[in-house]
């Protein structure tokens, strides 16, 4: 796969950019976990098919300690039994909140059961880390963006 535009030399993309990481920022510094942040971002860049999210958001959480396991079986969460019952709820919410076109929106279970396990400033920063990995996986999908080559910590 060719890349359609590089994003690293455009003048305007770096500007528009910062402000998508510095709301990431945000996010990560609240309380929800670390690892919880890190699966969604997962997730939802394994619905939209976006190889450089993947590629930085398992090696990020790679790095931080998470589990081989737990990484690789992302996409089978319904059926495992290595997540816990907060991260399944974050799982499902992250998907639901990805698949928007495909449904009816976010479920009212799907957003209780969330709700059970996350506080209303948890659920700010998971609704919005749902939507910031989707602009980024946009980004990088729409410009054919190749994973393969992230260091852990590069952008930090």
């Not at 500007?15 to 997730?43: C, G, M, Q, Y």
């Not at 079986?73 to 319904?78: E, G, H, I």
């Amino acid at each position: 796969m060719e890349t359609r535009l590089n994003l690293h030399a455009s003048p305007l993309a770096p500007k528009l950019i910062k402000h998508l990481v510095s709301a990431n920022k945000v996010v990560t510094d609240s309380t929800v976990p670390f690892a919880t942040l890190e699966l969604v971002k997962i997730r939802a860049s394994q619905i939209n098919g976006c190889g450089g999210c993947l590629d930085m958001h398992t090696k990020d959480a790679a790095a931080a300690g998470e589990s081989a396991v737990r990484l690789a079986l992302v996409a089978a969460w319904r059926d495992v039994n290595v997540y816990t019952e907060a991260e399944r709820a974050a799982l499902a919410l992250a998907e639901e909140g990805t698949r928007l076109a495909d449904g009816s929106g976010v479920g009212d279970e799907v957003w209780a059961n969330a709700a059970k396990h996350f506080d209303d400033d948890q659920l700010v920063a998971l609704v919005t880390q749902i939507a910031l990995i989707n602009a980024f996986n946009r980004l990088n999908v729409i410009t054919r963006q190749v994973g393969g080559d992230y260091t852990p910590g590069q952008f930090a």
